[in-house]
């Protein structure tokens, strides 16, 4: 019994020791500091670099000016950079969705086995670098290639696939499809598959079961992976310079031709934040969008 | 839905679909490294490991692989000290703001890496005038770079790890008499193995292979392994000995996680 209430008295001080309410919060703080003056900070300082006054033979001149955007915004060069660049990651983003659902959709609903097979597949190209991959992309798209293979052998002219969108997309969905199939395999897996069981009984079929249960429930999750596949596609480099050649134009090579080729800082830095200002507001809308499936998602309970 | 009758026929269907469509750049890259010839066809004309040994003797890539495998090593000790402490108060500590600091961390995950490293290097430039070393491009700016992006695969695996640490364990540590950073660096510190191990292999890779970042942070004379490869296939496109050395990239970062998988159990590291 002596022990017993020494142990209860010993209670509340040693869990403040050991990283009770307030005691260790303070070990953030380096990791967060870090992340402050890599992360957050370099962005302001590309918005101040974005006013800057480009001047030839030097990288910039620090007056300010609005100068960069008003070419940004009214040359039609850079207007045709940011449609193909927001075309092409929101046909990204779609092919992903639809590629995606079903392996999500598998992984959730089979045993821990299967899942962790599943989960391994889908992992594994994220640890391969994109120059490797994008080459393995030029080699299967060739005129060469296995896709046109058939057509060779049938003794027809090869399509040739390098150096258009088709290209680029292709490889983008198969770089970023890892973050939308996790994001969708987070949702569903919540959505208990005794409520699926309950739509067939009621007479449901696969397609309805589908569209007006698995699919509502699953919102957040879509949502979520399409906003982090189009972040990062409209923010892609190799996949558009070595797939897409001279011709599909998009932003982040266009800012590494600004930055290290013209070494004009100001408007390179100026695209930089129109992408950052792109990203933002889409996922200013997203989250929008995700507070009302939210909300719809509680109020349908 | 299910995942049997015909409608698990599609659904696996489409899975195996989307496998061969994750896995194929990546089997054409070592389809090409064994091949026998110069230029590349589909089917190739024969087999050969000649392309192999064409790399090693050329030194292929050599420099930029010890630098990447510098960077890479630096970053994640820099990611360790710093994810370690960060993921103990995200997980033990109370206070406000903290499941912002959360998703905050692992922010960097889901941001475009070039748009990263073209800040970076103004950022470099601009605190590089008052001090009398180089940022960027150089070493030191890469690693701190790279830094950003190794933290956040340390501070979700060690995290995940930790919520799994039966406090009871540290709380009788304590009790016997041991002080806190005792009970830290002799209960809870082993305890967290699994976490620290693959959240630094994790972040090895994730710094090892990433391209983006190191565009703007990289000159002629500094290379990245991805960025040399980048300028390599730019300039020859049809040299299968780059294909090996991919090859061979691949394969000890697949060996590497299956290490790992073995080392701390294959359910933690996915």
């Known amino acids: 019994m002596a022990t017993g209430a020494k142990v209860s008295e010993l209670a509340p001080r040693t869990a403040r020791s050991v990283g009770g309410p307030g005691s260790i919060g303070w070990l953030v703080l380096p990791a ?23 001047e030839p033979g030097r990288l910039y001149i620090p007056a300010f000016t609005t100068e960069n955007y008003a070419r940004l915004l009214t040359d039609p060069y850079y207007l045709g950079i940011f449609g193909t660049t927001a075309r092409i ?8 969705l639809v590629l995606g659902y079903p392996v999500a959709y598998a992984m959730a609903r089979s045993g821990p086995r299967m899942r962790g097979a599943l989960m391994l597949l889908v992992l594994s190209p994220m640890f391969v670098s994109n120059v490797i991959r994008v080459y393995g992309w030029t080699l299967l798209l060739s005129n060469v290639g296995p896709l046109n293979w058939p057509l060779r052998a049938l003794g027809l002219s090869p399509v040739s696939m390098l150096g258009t969108e088709g290209a680029v997309i292709v490889s983008l969905v198969q770089v970023l499809l890892p973050f939308m199939i996790l994001s969708l395999w987070a949702a569903i897996q919540t959505i208990p598959v005794q409520i699926e069981d309950a739509a067939s009984s009621l007479g449901a079929g696969p397609l309805r079961s589908f569209r007006e249960v698995v699919l509502p429930l699953s919102m957040t999750g879509v949502a979520a992976g399409s906003l982090f596949v189009f972040i990062l596609a409209i923010g892609a480099y190799a996949s558009p310079v070595v797939l ?7 932003i982040l090579p266009e800012i590494y031709t600004e930055f290290m080729d013209l070494f004009n800082w100001p408007l390179g830095s100026a695209l930089a934040m129109v992408l950052l200002a792109g990203s933002l507001v889409v996922t200013a809308v997203y989250s929008g969008a995700l ?7 509680s109020s349908a309970r | 839905m299910s995942t049997t009758g015909p409608v698990g026929f599609l659904l696996w269907g489409a899975c195996a679909l989307v496998g061969v469509y994750l896995l194929a750049p990546i089997l054409m890259i070592l389809l090409y490294s064994v091949n026998s010839v110069q230029f590349f066809s589909f089917p190739p004309p024969g087999l050969s490991l000649r392309w192999y040994g064409d790399a090693v003797a050329k030194g292929l890539f050599f420099g930029s692989i010890l630098l990447s495998a510098q960077i890479a090593a630096l970053s994640t000790l820099v990611a360790l000290a710093l994810g370690v402490p960060a993921a103990l108060a995200l997980v033990r500590g109370q206070f406000p703001g903290r499941k912002a600091l959360a998703t905050l961390f692992l922010a960097p995950s889901i941001f475009p890496a070039a748009l990263l490293g073209v800040a970076l290097l103004l950022f470099f430039s601009e605190v590089q005038r008052g001090l009398p070393l180089t ?6 700016g ?46 809870t510190l082993p305890l967290v193995r699994p976490g620290l191990i693959s959240g630094g292999v994790f972040a090895f890779i994730a710094s090892f292979e990433n391209l983006e970042l190191s565009l703007f942070l990289t000159s002629s004379g500094l290379q990245t392994l991805p960025m040399d490869m980048l300028i390599y296939i730019q300039n020859y496109r049809n040299d299968p000995a780059v294909a090996a050395v991919s090859t061979m990239v691949v394969l000890g970062t697949a060996l590497a996680i299956a290490a790992t998988g073995r080392i701390v159990g294959l359910s933690r590291i996915v």
């Open chain 1, 32 to 54: 967060l500091l870090a992340l402050c003056a890599l992360f957050i900070a370099p962005n302001f300082g590309l918005l101040q670099f974005s006013f800057y006054q480009a």
């Open chain 1, 89 to 96: 990651g929101g046909t990204v983003t779609l092919v992903c």
């Open chain 1, 244 to 250: 897409g050649g001279l011709r599909v134009k998009m």
């Open chain 1, 291 to 297: 507070d009302r499936a939210g909300a719809g998602k």
């Open chain 2, 135 to 140: 940022l960027a491009p150089a070493l030191p």
């Open chain 2, 142 to 187: 890469l690693v701190l770079g790279h830094v950003v992006i190794t933290l956040p695969w340390v501070i979700r695996s060690v995290s995940s790890s930790l919520t799994l640490v039966d406090r009871r364990i540290e709380e009788a540590a304590v009790s016997l008499g041991a002080n806190p950073p005792r009970t830290f660096w002799e209960v």
